[in-house]
Nanobody, 124 residues
Framework: QVQLVESGGGLVQAGGSLRLSCAAS????????MAWFRQAPGKEREFVLS????????WSTDSVKGRFTISRDNAKNTVYLQMNSLKPEDTAVYYC?????????????????WGQGTQVTVSS
């Protein structure tokens, strides 16, 4: 089993920044890709960014390119989501996920482990 714990969410004004963290523990060697998803009220959970533990290669959805970046600290088993130039439409619960999958895998079903989620609210 792998346990994922997110932190760093909150309320921010449009144009502001937030950094989310996802600390992984347990059998982390059983996974090779970490990803961030988000889910707004009444919408499906959507892929945001992913990163491969070993190489640091990343993949991003078009809507956040140039604004969001994903990084990892292998020594701390932690993945970060840096969010800049936030918009009200970025408001959602953000989830960290882990799996043994492709770097560009967008389907939540392909990820085996999930964190509890952290709320990000962007006010206009």
């Amino acid at each position: 089993q792998v346990q994922l714990v997110e932190s760093g969410g909150g309320l921010v004004q449009a144009g502001g920044s937030l950094r989310l963290s996802c600390a992984a523990s347990g059998r982390t060697f059983s996974t090779d890709v970490m990803a961030w998803f988000r889910q707004a009220p009444g919408k499906e959970r959507e892929f945001v960014l992913s990163i491969r533990w070993s190489s640091g290669v990343t993949w991003s959805t078009d809507s956040v390119k140039g604004r969001f970046t994903i990084s990892r600290d292998n020594a701390k088993n932690t993945v970060y989501l840096q969010m800049n130039s936030l918009k009200p439409e970025d408001t959602a619960v953000y989830y960290c996920a882990a799996g043994r999958t492709s770097i560009n895998e967008r389907s939540p079903r392909k990820y085996d482990y999930w964190g509890q989620g952290t709320q990000v609210t962007v006010s206009s």
